[in-house]
C-alpha cells in the first residue's frame, strides 16, 4: 500500500477559529483522515517541535498554517514548516492578511505592552515588570519569544503557495482545497482558493441594491432595525462585500451583518481597504466638503472597518511612528 | 498579475529617445546622461538622442530602429504629451507598430522650462524616464476608434465672429444654426457708426452679411434663443435650442411695424435696450431699423395685456397677417451637430466700477458705447452729439483705459480702446467741433493704417493729455470750472497736476468677458483664462481650437480684439470647423474603460458614477456593462470598482502602478517574467 | 543607490496626478511661462481626478514618496463634470485613514488648479515641497525594512544552524533593492 500523503496544521498569532473549522469539517474529516496522514497538529494531537525538525525536508505534502506571525517563535516555526513542506497554505484571514490581531499594527509595541502589563484595568504591576526575551537567573538563561513590533502575514515571513481565506475558511472551502491537492492539479502558485469575484455575486440580497445608490448617511448595525432582505449597504450600512472575495456564501448577510471582509479583495485589488473606501465615498451625496465631512463622521472607525481583516497586508502596513 | 509571455506579448524592446529640442531641453537637462542611463535600464534595446525628435529626421530614426531591431515599445522624452503625443504615435504606427506601444515623457514644460538646476533638471528627468520605461511594458496594442463626423454646424452668437464663420461654413455648402440669444443679430458691431480706421459707416458693410445670413439657404437663424444643453462628443453632438417667446410668430411677420404703430400706448415709454436706454420704445418694439431677421417682439414685462389681460389689443388688429400670438410659448429645438463655434463676444466694463469717473452721478459722463449710439444717424440722437441738457458741447474729455490696464479692475490692455477713442474724438469733432481732448495712458496703435491714423487725429487739433486721470468733478474752483465739469489728470509728459474744464466726458470703457461666460465654458466644456476669456488649446498653434474636440471659438469671446481680427479667426474656426468635415471621421483616443464580466460582481457601485450613463446593468448576466460609444475614457468608475473589475485602456492601474514604482525605485521588471511577476505561472 | 543615499541629503519626493485638462494644463502653461519651481514634484498624467485611486496615493508613500499631490479641476469645471467631486470624497476619508496610520495630513494635498493657473501650479508645488520638508521623510519603505532586520537576523541564525536556504518573499526583496 503506498504511502498516504502526510499534511499538517498549525497555529501561529490566531484565535482557535481556525482550527475548530478544521473539526466543521464533521464527518468529511473521516474522509480526510482516511486519505492522509496528519503529521503534526498541536491543537489535537501531541508532537513536539523536535519531531517536526527529524522529518525530512519537504516530506509533507501540505501544510495549513493559520494565525498572523507577530513573535520570533512563530516566525521560526513558519520557518521550520514551510522547510518540511511541499506546500505551504496560508488558512485563515490571519495568515493571508494579518487578520484581526493585526489591527494591532495601529499602535507600537511600547503602547501595547504597557497597556497590557500596567495600564489594563484589571492590571496590577507596581514594580513595572515587563516580559523580556532573554533573562539571565545566576547560571540559568531563559528565553521569551520576542514580540515584534509589526505584524505580518505569512507571506512576509515565508513563501507561501496558496491562501485560504475567511475568518475561518468554510469547511466546503477546507475541503475543496484538500481535494484539490490530493487530486495533484495544482493551481498557479499564489492562487487564492476562493472564487476571485466579490461577494455581490453570490449575495442573497443582490436583486434588492439599487443600481443609482447614492449615500447620505451610515449607520451601524446596532444603531437600527435592518431589513432582512434587503442590501445592506442600500440600508446606510457599511458592507464589505463588494471589495471582498466570494465563497464564504455570504454567511454574515444570512445572519444579518454586513460584511466586514474577512476573504480578502480579489486577485486585481491591493489594499482592499483602499478600494472599499474608493467605491463607497464615490458614491456619497454630498459636495462640500463640510457636507462630505458630516457624512463620514457616522463611520468612526475608517481604519478598523475598511481594514478590519487586511492591515498587515495593506499598501502601509503599520502606523508610521518613531519606536522601533 | 500578468506576464508579458502570458499576456500574449512579447518582450519588450524599447526605444528610447531623447529630444534636445535645439536648446530648451539640453540646456538644462544632460541629455547624455539620460541617454546613457536609460540605455542601462531592464528592456531598453536602443537609446538616442537627437536634436528635434519631432522632425523628420527624428521621427525617421524612431521608424527605422524599429525596423532594423524589431522594437515593440518606444519612450520619447521630450515636449508635452498634449503637443507632439500625436506626431509620435503617427511616426510609430507608420513603423508598423501599434501606435499605443508609444509613451511620452514630458521633460520640457515639465523639467527644463521649470528647473533652475541643472543637476536637478537632470534628475528629475531620469526619474520621469524610468517610469516611463517601467509603463510601457504594460503597454498593449489598442484599436483606433473612429466615429463619423456629422457636417451640421452650431455657432453661438450672431455678433460679425459668428456672422462671418456661418456665412463662411454655409458658403462652402455646409449647414449652419446660428444661435443669437438678442433678438437681432450683430452683436458690438450693430451699435456702431462709423469703424476705425477706415471710418467706413459700420451698417454699410454689416447690413449686407446680416441679410446674408437671413437668406441664406444653408443657414439656420434663431435669434433669441439660447442653447439649453448639449451633449455628445465630437462629430456628434446633441443641442437643444430653447428658442424665447416673441409673441410674434416670425414666419409670418414681416416687419412692416404697422403693429408698433398700432400700439395703445401713443408715445414710447419704456427705455430702449439697443440705445442703451438713452431713448424709449414701446412694448412691442424691433430693435433697431436693419434688426435681423425683421420680426417685432413682445416685451411682456411692460405690455399692458401681459399684465391685467385688458388691454384693447391694437397691435393684434392692426396686424394684417395674423402674426401676432400673445399665447406663444418657449419652443425647443433638438439639433444633432457635428462641431460648435462659439462667438459670443465680450461685453464692456461696467463705468460705476470706477465711481471716480462719476459715471451716473454726472449726466454728462457717457460711455464710450453710448456714444457710439449717439454718433450713429439712427440712433436716440439721430446722430447729434448732444449733452443731457440737449447741447452740443463745447469741449469733450475721452478718459482711455477705463477699467483696463488697473490692478483694481481688469490688468489686461483691452485693445480697441484707443483706437475707438481715437475714432470717437473725430466724430465728435466732425459733430459739434468741440475740443477734444483725449487723457490716455501709452497710445497704443499698431495695426495697419492703425498708426497713420492716430497721426490724422494729431493733425486735427485733437488733444492729447498723457496720464491717467485721476478724478472728474462737478467741484468749480476756478470761474471757468463753473457748471463743467473737470478732469483732473496728472499730465506726466509735462509732469503738472491739470484740471481741465469739459462740458462732456467719455469713459472709454474697456472689453471684459461676458457675465454668463463661465456658464457657456461649463456647458461646452472648454477652460476659460484667469480673466475669464474662453482659453485656446494653444496661444500660437491652435488659436481658435480649445481642449474639446469639435468646440471652436472665434472673436472676442476669446481676449479683447477688434473687428479685423474677429472677422479673421471667424475664417480660421471655419476653416477648422469644414476641415474636420471634409475628413468626414475622427479618431478618438482609445481610452475608454471596459468591464471584464466575469470577475464583476455586479454590486452596481460604478452604475451612478458614470456622468454619461454609459455603465448599465445586464440583467441576463447580473453585471455591469459598459457601451463604449458613451464612454468618453474619465477613469471614475475604474478608481472606484470595489473589486478591480475595471480597465480602462491607456491608464491600466499596472501602468500606473508602473510609473509609481518607476518614479520611485525601478523594481526591475524580469524580462522572462519569471520571476517576480511570473512565480504563479511556473509553479504548478 | 546606496551611495547616492549617503552623498545626496534628503530631498523630498512627491509623486502628482494631474488631471489631463485643468492641472497638467495649468503645469504645461507654467513651463510655457517658464516659471520656476521645485524639482521635487513629479507629475503622472491622469484623464481626470477621477481616476485617481486611492490605491495609487497608498502605494506613493508605500514605495517611498514623501508626499503626493493630487490636481484636478476646480468644483464645477471637470471635463468629465464630475469626476473631483468623486475625488474630493475619497480624499476626505482617506485623510482619516491616513491620520489614524501616522501619515500627517499635509504629506496628501488635493488642489484645485484650473488651466490658466500656472502660476498656482508653482506655488502649491513649491509650498508643499516646503512643508515636506519642514516635515521630514515619511520613512517608507525604509521602516518597515528596519523591522525586517529582526526577521533577517532570526533568519541567518536559523540557516546557520541548519544550513538550508529559504528564499524569503518577493515583497522583502524589493525593499531592500
Ligand atoms: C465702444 C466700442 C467701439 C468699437 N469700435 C470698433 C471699431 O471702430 N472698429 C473695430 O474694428 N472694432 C471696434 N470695436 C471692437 C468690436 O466691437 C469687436 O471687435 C467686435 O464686436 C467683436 O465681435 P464678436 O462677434 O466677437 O462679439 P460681439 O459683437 O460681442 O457679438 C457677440 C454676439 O453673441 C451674442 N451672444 C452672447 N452670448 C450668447 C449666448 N450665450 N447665446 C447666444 N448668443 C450670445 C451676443 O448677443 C452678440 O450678438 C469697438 C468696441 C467698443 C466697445
Ligand atoms: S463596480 Fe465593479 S464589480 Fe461592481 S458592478 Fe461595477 S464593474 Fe461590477
Ligand atoms: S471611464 Fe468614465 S466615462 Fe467611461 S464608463 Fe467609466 S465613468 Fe463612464
Ligand atoms: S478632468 Fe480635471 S478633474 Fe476631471
Redo the contacts with the bound molecule.
Keep these: 500500500m503506498p504511502e498516504k500523503p502526510k499534511i499538517a496544521f498549525y497555529w501561529c498569532a490566531s484565535c482557535g477559529g481556525c482550527e475548530e473549522s478544521v473539526v466543521d469539517l464533521a464527518e468529511d474529516i473521516l474522509m480526510v483522515a482516511d486519505a492522509v496522514d496528519i503529521v503534526f497538529w498541536p491543537v489535537a494531537m501531541d508532537f513536539k517541535k523536535t519531531d517536526v525538525e527529524t522529518m525530512e525536508d519537504g516530506s509533507i505534502l501540505a501544510t495549513m498554517l493559520n494565525g498572523a506571525i507577530r513573535t520570533s517563535e512563530q516566525e521560526e516555526m513558519a520557518r521550520l514548516i514551510r522547510r518540511k513542506s511541499k506546500i505551504l497554505i496560508a488558512y485563515g484571514s490571519c495568515a493571508h492578511m494579518g487578520g484581526i490581531p493585526a489591527l494591532a499594527n495601529e499602535f507600537e509595541r511600547s503602547e501595547i505592552l504597557k497597556y497590557a502589563y500596567e495600564d489594563a484595568p484589571s492590571v496590577i504591576n507596581s514594580q513595572h515588570t515587563y516580559p523580556e526575551a532573554v533573562y539571565q537567573d545566576k547560571s540559568r538563561k531563559i528565553t521569551l519569544p520576542v514580540f515584534r513590533n509589526i505584524v505580518r502575514t505569512l507571506d512576509q515571513v515565508v513563501d507561501v503557495d496558496y491562501y485560504l481565506p475567511g475568518c475561518p475558511p468554510t469547511p466546503k472551502l477546507l475541503k475543496q482545497a484538500v481535494l484539490t491537492l490530493l487530486s495533484g492539479k495544482l493551481p498557479p502558485k499564489g492562487t487564492v482558493l476562493a472564487p476571485d469575484s466579490a461577494l455581490c455575486e453570490e449575495c442573497p440580497r443582490k436583486e434588492s441594491k439599487p443600481a443609482d445608490l447614492s449615500f447620505e448617511h451610515f449607520t451601524r448595525p446596532h444603531m437600527i432595525l435592518s431589513d432582512p432582505e434587503k442590501c445592506l449597504l442600500a440600508q446606510g450600512l457599511i458592507c464589505m462585500g463588494p471589495a471582498t472575495r466570494a465563497g464564504c456564501e455570504a454567511l454574515c448577510i444570512n445572519g444579518n451583518m454586513p460584511c466586514s471582509g474577512c476573504f480578502g479583495p480579489t486577485s486585481r485589488v491591493k489594499d482592499q481597504g483602499a478600494k472599499i473606501l474608493s467605491s463607497i465615498c464615490s458614491n456619497i451625496e454630498a459636495k462640500t466638503e463640510i457636507a462630505i465631512d458630516r457624512v463620514l463622521d457616522e463611520i468612526p472607525d475608517p481604519v478598523g472597518t475598511f481594514y478590519r481583516y487586511g492591515l498587515a497586508a495593506s499598501m502601509l502596513r503599520k502606523k508610521i511612528a518613531e519606536e522601533v | 498579475m500578468s506576464t508579458f509571455n502570458g499576456n500574449g506579448q512579447s518582450i519588450p524592446k524599447i526605444g528610447f529617445y531623447i529630444c534636445h529640442c535645439g536648446h530648451n531641453i539640453a540646456s538644462m537637462v544632460d541629455v547624455d546622461k539620460v541617454q546613457k542611463y536609460t540605455a542601462s535600464l531592464p528592456g531598453v534595446t536602443v537609446s538616442r538622442d537627437y536634436k528635434y525628435m519631432c522632425s523628420d529626421p527624428g521621427q525617421e530614426l524612431i521608424q527605422k530602429d524599429i525596423k532594423e531591431f524589431g522594437l515593440n515599445r518606444i519612450v520619447v522624452a521630450s515636449c508635452s504629451p498634449l503637443l507632439h503625443e500625436h506626431t509620435f504615435r503617427v511616426a510609430t504606427e507608420k513603423a508598423g507598430l501599434n501606435p499605443y506601444f508609444f509613451h511620452m515623457v514630458n521633460i520640457r514644460e515639465n523639467v527644463s522650462w521649470v528647473t533652475g538646476d541643472k543637476e536637478a533638471a537632470t534628475d528629475k528627468a531620469i526619474d520621469l524616464v524610468r517610469a516611463a520605461i517601467q509603463r510601457v511594458f504594460f503597454h498593449k496594442p489598442l484599436v483606433k476608434k473612429e466615429v463619423p463626423i456629422n457636417p451640421d454646424v452650431l455657432i453661438?452668437?450672431?455678433?460679425?465672429?459668428?456672422?462671418h464663420a456661418a456665412l463662411t461654413i454655409a458658403n462652402a455648402g455646409k449647414k449652419v444654426y446660428l444661435?443669437?440669444?438678442?433678438p437681432t443679430?450683430?452683436?458690438?458691431?450693430a451699435m456702431?457708426d462709423?469703424?476705425?480706421p477706415t471710418l467706413d459707416c459700420?451698417a454699410c458693410i454689416l447690413t449686407p452679411k446680416m441679410s446674408a445670413v437671413k437668406n441664406h439657404p444653408n443657414i439656420t437663424l434663431w435669434s433669441y434663443?439660447?442653447?439649453e444643453k448639449i451633449e455628445g462628443f465630437v462629430g456628434n453632438y446633441r443641442a437643444t435650442i430653447k428658442r424665447k417667446p416673441r409673441y410674434v410668430i416670425e414666419e409670418l411677420c414681416v416687419g412692416c411695424m404697422d403693429c408698433i404703430d398700432a400700439c395703445i400706448y401713443k408715445e414710447a415709454k419704456y427705455p430702449d435696450e439697443f440705445n442703451l436706454g438713452m431713448s424709449k420704445r414701446k412694448p412691442i418694439y424691433i430693435p433697431f431699423p436693419q434688426a435681423t431677421p425683421q420680426v417685432v417682439l413682445f416685451d411682456p414685462d411692460t405690455c399692458i395685456d401681459f399684465k391685467s389681460h385688458r388691454c384693447k389689443k391694437t397691435c393684434i388688429e392692426a396686424c394684417d397677417r395674423d402674426a401676432i400670438d400673445l399665447k406663444q410659448t418657449a419652443k425647443y429645438e433638438e439639433i444633432n451637430i457635428g462641431s460648435v463655434i462659439l462667438?459670443?463676444?465680450?461685453k464692456?466694463y461696467d463705468a460705476k466700477f470706477a465711481p471716480q469717473y462719476g459715471y451716473g452721478r454726472f449726466p454728462n459722463v457717457f460711455t464710450?458705447?453710448e456714444l457710439?449710439r449717439m454718433v450713429n444717424a439712427s440712433g436716440p440722437t439721430s446722430g447729434e452729439v448732444l449733452t443731457k441738457e440737449g447741447k452740443k458741447p463745447k469741449s469733450v474729455g475721452i478718459v482711455h483705459c477705463v477699467g483696463s490696464r488697473d490692478e483694481k479692475s481688469n490688468k489686461w490692455c483691452s485693445k480697441?480702446?484707443c483706437?475707438?477713442s481715437l475714432?470717437l474724438a473725430h466724430l465728435i469733432k466732425e459733430h459739434t467741433g468741440a475740443e477734444v481732448y483725449n487723457f490716455y495712458i501709452d497710445m497704443r496703435t499698431p495695426g495697419k493704417g492703425y498708426e497713420e491714423f492716430y497721426d490724422k487725429l494729431m493733425n486735427e487739433g485733437v488733444h492729447f493729455i498723457r496720464g491717467r486721470v485721476a478724478e472728474v468733478t462737478d467741484w468749480a474752483l476756478a470761474a471757468e470750472e463753473e457748471n463743467k465739469l473737470t478732469i483732473r489728470v496728472e499730465d506726466t509728459l509735462v509732469g503738472v497736476v491739470r484740471r481741465i474744464p469739459v462740458d462732456m466726458v467719455v469713459l472709454?470703457?474697456g472689453?471684459e468677458p461676458?457675465e454668463?461666460a463661465s456658464d457657456?465654458r461649463r456647458m461646452f466644456n472648454i477652460s476659460c483664462s484667469n480673466e475669464g476669456f474662453f482659453l485656446e488649446r494653444h496661444p500660437k498653434l491652435a488659436p481658435v481650437s480649445t481642449f474639446t474636440d469639435g468646440i471652436f471659438i472665434?472673436?472676442?469671446?476669446q481676449g479683447p480684439?477688434?473687428?479685423?481680427?474677429?472677422v479673421a479667426q471667424a475664417g480660421a474656426a471655419a476653416a477648422e470647423v469644414l476641415s474636420l468635415i471634409c475628413a468626414g471621421t475622427i479618431e478618438l483616443e482609445p481610452n475608454t474603460a471596459s468591464i471584464t464580466e466575469e470577475f464583476c460582481s455586479g454590486c452596481k457601485s460604478c452604475i451612478p458614477l458614470c456622468p454619461y450613463s454609459a455603465i448599465s446593468f445586464k440583467e441576463d448576466t447580473k453585471k455591469a456593462y459598459i457601451n463604449e460609444a458613451l464612454c468618453k475614457g474619465c477613469g471614475t468608475c475604474v478608481a472606484a470598482c470595489p473589486s478591480g473589475s475595471i480597465i480602462q485602456n491607456l491608464f491600466e492601474d499596472e501602468q500606473i502602478f508602473g510609473e509609481i514604482e518607476g518614479l520611485l525605485r525601478f523594481a526591475g521588471i524580469d524580462l522572462a517574467g519569471s520571476e517576480t511577476k511570473g512565480k504563479e505561472l511556473e509553479h504548478a | 543607490m546606496p551611495e547616492e543615499n549617503i552623498n545626496k541629503k534628503w530631498e523630498p519626493k512627491i509623486i502628482a496626478f494631474f488631471c489631463n485638462w485643468c492641472t497638467y494644463t495649468a503645469a504645461d502653461l507654467a513651463g510655457v511661462s517658464r516659471l520656476k519651481y521645485a524639482p521635487n514634484v513629479k507629475v503622472i498624467r491622469l484623464m481626470c481626478s477621477g481616476r485617481v485611486d486611492p490605491q495609487f496615493i497608498l502605494q506613493s508613500l508605500a514605495s517611498g514618496a514623501d508626499g503626493v499631490l493630487i490636481g484636478g479641476c476646480h468644483p464645477g469645471d471637470c471635463h468629465y463634470s464630475e469626476g473631483n467631486y468623486k475625488m474630493l470624497r475619497r480624499f476626505r476619508l482617506l485623510q482619516r485613514v491616513l491620520r489614524s496610520m501616522g501619515v500627517e495630513d499635509e504629506r496628501v494635498r488635493l488642489e484645485w488648479i484650473s488651466a490658466s493657473e500656472g502660476e498656482k501650479v508653482k506655488t502649491v508645488i513649491n509650498e508643499m515641497v516646503d512643508t515636506i520638508r519642514k516635515l521630514g521623510p515619511l520613512g517608507l519603505p525604509g521602516k518597515i525594512s528596519v523591522y525586517d532586520k529582526d526577521l533577517a537576523e532570526l533568519k541567518n541564525e536559523i540557516d546557520t544552524e541548519i544550513e538550508v536556504d529559504i528564499k524569503p518573499s518577493g515583497k522583502e526583496m524589493v525593499e531592500h533593492a
Excluded: N, Q, W
Design positions: 453661438l452668437g450672431g455678433g460679425i465672429a459668428g456672422i444661435v443669437e440669444r438678442e443679430i450683430g452683436g458690438h458691431m456702431f462709423k469703424t476705425f459700420a434663443s439660447e442653447v462667438a459670443t463676444g465680450f464692456t464710450s458705447l457710439e480697441v480702446c483706437m475707438y475714432k472709454s470703457v472689453l461676458r454668463d457657456v472665434a472673436g472676442a469671446c480684439k477688434d473687428i479685423p481680427d474677429s
